[in-house]
């Protein structure tokens, strides 16, 4: 009887301190912080400061910023683009705040919060082309790096991609008629732009976003509580300008990215796009 009365508190013990760490929010609370995964080193989103080393950026200040409303400090943790997800996964990171989109592949692995932006595949184009939607470009020759979004896009919108290592030789290969134009992210397609402007190459994109990628905070899957915490969180930085002061600090209309910020917080289930994988 002895012997079962200590097996059955031993059992009960395992459940009570399982029942624990299945809360992260409660877990979070007792450590009086949480830890936030952002990029070593990719500006505009985190990167070392030249001068205090600090990293700095606009998933940095999203960071502190939704630990503000967490109402708990952050611990930021530099990570490398391919660490995101197996350390969010592994528990050494409580969120990812590191410009990470919504695939297929990645919802089934991680919980997705809320989007706080909509990042958008650009096609890139010779400036007479400008005015074309996406349409016209079905079964024409487009350009990307070889095993990314950007080649996904082009094979959603019923094109042929033509595929490189690297986007400055996909973005090549549209100077020299290799292609009709280059596929890349917003960033990537207006630096493109302005490069080509400075050897003479007049360059535009095309009104029409090739795909949607909504951008939010990645959570380990079946935390309910703490899933719900954050996405309060992020609706509140919203409501009270927190996100938009962030983006307009780091890639709005007055930085050398000029993106203006039309997207808000909003449920991933009343956007209307169809994920990459």
């Known amino acids: ?21 299945a809360d992260q929010w409660s877990d979070i609370q007792s450590k009086g912080k949480f830890v936030c995964g952002v990029f070593a080193d990719v500006p505009p989103f985190s990167s070392p ?19 503000d409303k967490l109402g708990v400090p952050v611990e930021l943790k530099p990570l490398s683009v391919e660490a995101r ?10 969120v990812v705040i590191a410009n990470l989109a919504y ?5 089934e692995q991680i919980q997705f919060s809320d989007p706080y932006y909509i990042a958008r595949e650009r096609l890139v184009v010779k400036a007479p082309l400008a005015n074309k939607s996406k349409d016209y470009f079905n079964g024409k020759k487009l350009s990307s790096t070889k095993g990314s979004t950007s080649e996904q896009s ?11 290592q690297d ?11 290799k292609s009709l134009g280059v596929v890349t992210n917003g ?28 951008v939010g905070v990645g959570m380990r899957q079946g935390e309910a509580a703490f899933y719900a915490k954050v996405n309060t969180a992020l609706m509140a930085m919203e409501n009270d ?37």
């Open 85 to 94: 997800i197996p350390e969010l996964r592994q528990g050494r990171v409580d």
């Open 187 to 214: 960033m990537t397609a207006r630096s493109l732009i302005r490069s080509a402007k400075e050897s003479g190459v007049e360059l535009a994109m095309i009104d029409d976003a090739m795909a949607l990628e909504p």
């Open 103 to 107: 695939t297929k592949t990645r919802a």
């Open 241 to 277: 300008g927190t996100i938009d002061k962030i983006w307009d600090t780091w890639i709005g209309v007055d930085t050398v990215y000029g993106i203006k910020r039309v997207d808000k917080v909003q449920k991933i289930a009343d956007l209307d796009f169809e994920p990459l994988n």
């Open 154 to 164: 082009i094979r959603l919108a019923g094109a042929t991609p033509v595929t490189f």
């Open 49 to 67: 400061d030249p001068e205090t080393r600090q990293l700095v950026g606009m998933d940095t200040d999203l960071c502190k910023g939704l630990a």
């Open 1 to 21: 009887m002895i012997i079962k009365s200590i097996t059955a508190t031993l059992a009960l013990s395992t459940l009570a301190i399982s029942a624990a760490h």
């Open 167 to 177: 986007t400055g030789s996909a973005y090549l290969a549209v100077l020299q008629n």
